[in-house]
């Protein structure tokens, strides 16, 4: 009882707020009060020589996370065991692509360089000129490509360039191999091709396209009076524009699809030529004065390896307005790859690159004909621009048209915001009314 009069007398025995907050702070690491015992000084601690003394016990736990080997199997790297094969095959793929396009390459250059050196004046893309490292070219072996004759575009594309003779202004020469190097897209163009015809991989190939002076050397190299009286002693490069091809049949039907100029031709075959190619020709005159002695015994030489020889003076792709349809005479050859990496390979097609080089000076001394047959030439290329004229025509038409519409409808638009609810319908029936009796005039005009 004197404890509890005690309690009321005097408030009761209360704890001080400092000492609630230091028992709540030692549940915490952070705020627990140090030790009271002693720090024992190591050297006090040390044992005196000669007595026997354990050595201190470790006390850390041992635990496997701390080593990779214990805490860690095979089948936790599965997803690794997939993705690391697979990259590493990209990568191989790749470099042996690589690697077979350019010997690829290279093997046609190695055959076909020298040719070009020995019938222009500068050949690759640095003005490599007669002399330096093609001075002495008796084995097509011993020559070193490098960027300057041989420009690699692309893991699949390859290009050079000869410029310097006389009608030929320049060569242009690309190189169109399979995408070695990244073998997902081998695979999707090879599964494409099998659904779409269009997207079916047209296969390896070189493709050398001559562009011809066509009397237009004073306008296009310009040279001394002593060098233009020279030139035009020697003759005119100007010829008659036309079109004809010798096509492989495999390549036949692709080629008339994707090419405009070959479109305007006429297929036949000609006991001449082998049975697996076919002429596409514009006229049985042209196709008897191209079809010259060498140029069948360099076809028979080159066999399958041949895919198209054209010579041509419209444009590759359909022309859309009438200052596209722009004649540009030039000679196309494209050759398959062989799939071998020696430039022996084209030992068969060599002689038809050459008769191609010089082609264009035979066109030059006899690519002319009868006007009869020139006057065919010309009406066949007239309508071609009548049809672009008229194209033309009715697109402007058509845009004249919409203009007109939107013009009036902007008009029809104005009156009505201008208008009550009740004069708006009166309006849309009146309107209404007259699109029923214009429909209506356009039947019995069908009828």
């Known amino acids: 009882m004197s404890g509890l009069f005690q309690n009321v007398l005097k408030g009761g025995s209360k704890e001080s707020p400092s000492s609630v907050s230091k028992q709540d702070d030692t549940d915490f690491a952070d705020f627990a009060a140090p030790s009271q015992q002693p720090a024992v000084s190591s050297a006090s601690t040390a044992p005196a020589p000669g007595s ?20 860690t199997s095979p089948k936790d790297f599965l997803q690794e065991a997939f993705v690391l094969p697979f990259i590493l095959f990209i990568v191989i793929f790749h470099v042996w692509g690589i690697r077979k396009n350019r010997r690829k390459a290279k093997a046609w250059a190695q055959a076909h360089i020298p040719v070009l050196h020995n019938e222009f004046a500068v050949v690759g ?33 390859f290009t050079t360039y000869a410029t310097g003779r006389q009608n030929v202004a320049f060569v242009d020469v690309s190189i169109q191999l399979t995408k070695r190097y990244n073998p997902m897209l081998t695979l ?25 002076f066509d009397g237009k050397e004073k306008d296009l190299v310009p040279a001394p009076p002593a060098e233009i009286e020279q030139l035009n002693k020697g003759g005119n490069s100007a010829y008659d524009g036309f079109v004809f091809a010798i096509v492989h049949k495999n390549a036949m039907r692709r080629l008339r699809e994707d090419r405009y100029d070959v479109s305007l031709t006429f297929t036949k075959d000609n006991p001449k030529l082998p049975e697996w190619v ?9 196709t008897d004065n191209m079809l010259t002695a060498e140029l069948i015994k360099a076809i028979q030489q080159a ?24 004649s540009r005479k ?13 430039p022996t390979a084209y030992a068969s097609s060599l002689p038809l690159f050459h008769l191609f080089i010089r082609l264009t000076d035979r066109l030059a001394a006899s690519g002319r004909f009868r006007q009869e047959i020139l006057r065919k030439l010309r009406a066949t290329r007239d309508e071609e621009i009548r049809k672009l004229r008229r194209a033309n025509e009715e697109e402007k038409a058509e845009e004249r048209k919409t203009a007109a519409e939107k013009i009036k409808k902007e008009e029809r ?13 009166k309006y849309l029936e009146k309107e209404k009314e007259r699109e029923t009796k214009r429909e209506m005039k356009k039947h019995s005009r069908r009828a």
Do not use: C
């Open 303 to 326: 066999g399958d390896m041949l895919e198209y020889l054209i010579v041509t003076d419209q444009p590759a792709e359909k022309p859309i307005k009438v200052e596209e349809a722009v």
């Open 125 to 157: 893309f640095r003005g490599v000129r007669r002399g330096g490292n093609l001075k002495d070219l008796s084995s097509s072996e011993d020559l070193v490509i490098d960027d300057n004759l041989l420009r690699e575009n692309a893991g699949n594309e």
């Open 52 to 71: 026997t003394v354990d050595a201190p016990v470790n006390t850390a736990h041992y635990t496997k996370w701390y080593r990779v080997w214990e805490r």
């Open 330 to 342: 030039r000679t196309i050859l494209s050759i398959r790859v062989p799939s071998s990496t020696s």
């Open 278 to 286: 076919t002429v596409m020709s514009e006229s049985a005159e042209i």
């Open 413 to 425: 638009d104005r009156l009505l915001r201008g208008m009550s609810a009740e004069e708006q319908r």
């Open 188 to 212: 999707g163009d090879f599964i494409l091709g099998l659904f779409f015809d269009s997207l079916r991989p047209s296969g390896e190939k070189v493709e050398v396209v001559a562009y011809s």
